[in-house]
């Protein structure tokens, strides 16, 4: 598919009547295998990118988070969606221009934060800088999916009214999804999702705080994302195998990886 096409196939995932889960991919093997594995649409990982680069959430600059969404959205034939962080830039301008280049590097969707880095926006700044995301999306020759998130769960303001009400402003700007990661139970979900009219996205990887895509479904939620957690799975995988052959001398670990041509086929390379 183009990118339009992909553009499409996203709106429409929306727009179904099921659920649906983003696999959150963070280079182009990781891609390849999750798409192959029948991830319908996959998204970036702000956490995971700075992960690769040995490095804290928070820690990428523009050009590497694209670069990592573009080798995502070329490894594979799936909708892509990017973390773009606070779009890396504190004005309206900065935002705007971020998801200029969103697209440029294939995505066709992407998130932008309430969040500096350092504090929550007010609700205000917060609000023209979703909205000239909303302008520059909507100048673009196809329909970029925008996702506006309130980050108050992860950043220490957990007003579960403050969120709706931050949520609502960004829905009415015109963003198309709408995020709060960091919910701590189904019944927040569900408030969340009744007092939104479009699209919501579920944050899953947060140990306790993580459910089923049929009891997420059930309180309304549309798109579900997994965070890093794909990658901390991989990561756990490496430190327990890196455990047992410094530990123990053994290598047990191959018993539970998959062999090279196996890898080769789920990467179809």
């Not at 798409?35 to 690769?52: D, E, I, N, W, Y």
């Not at 934060?113 to 205000?124: I, K, N, T, W």
Request: aromatic share 6%; charged share 20%; net charge neutral.
């Amino acid at each position: 598919m183009n990118q339009a096409d992909k553009a499409q196939r996203f709106r429409a995932l929306h727009e179904a009547p099921a659920a649906f889960v983003v696999g959150n991919a963070w280079d182009a093997g990781s891609a390849r295998l999750l798409a192959g594995a029948g991830f319908v649409a996959l998204a970036t990982s702000s956490g995971a990118t700075a992960g690769v680069l040995g490095r804290r959430d928070g820690a990428l600059s523009r050009d590497e988070a694209l670069a990592c969404a573009h080798a995502v959205s070329e490894a594979c034939d799936v909708p892509v969606s990017g973390d773009l962080e606070n779009g890396f830039g504190h004005e309206p301008s900065q935002v705007a221009e971020t998801i200029r280049l969103a697209a440029a590097s294939g995505l066709v969707g992407g998130s932008i934060e309430d969040f500096s880095g350092e504090a929550l926006y007010p609700v205000d700044q917060a609000l023209l800088r979703i909205e000239a995301a909303v302008q520059a999306a909507r100048a673009l020759p196809f329909h970029f999916t925008l996702t506006a998130r309130c980050e108050n769960f992860l950043r220490g303001n957990p007003n579960l009214d403050d969120t709706i009400a931050r949520l609502q402003a960004f829905e009415r700007a015109g963003a198309d999804v709408l995020m709060a990661p960091g919910l701590p139970d189904l019944d927040a979900a569900r408030r969340v999702c009744a007092a939104l009219k479009k699209p919501f996205n579920f944050m899953a990887g947060i140990r306790g705080k993580s459910f089923s895509v049929a009891e997420l479904q059930a309180v309304g939620v549309k798109r579900i994302s997994l965070a890093t957690s794909l990658y901390r799975a991989a990561m756990t995988a490496l430190a327990d195998a890196a455990r047992e052959v410094q530990s123990g001398g053994t290598f047990q670990y191959l018993d539970r990886t998959l062999g090279t041509p196996d890898l080769y086929r789920a990467l179809k390379v």
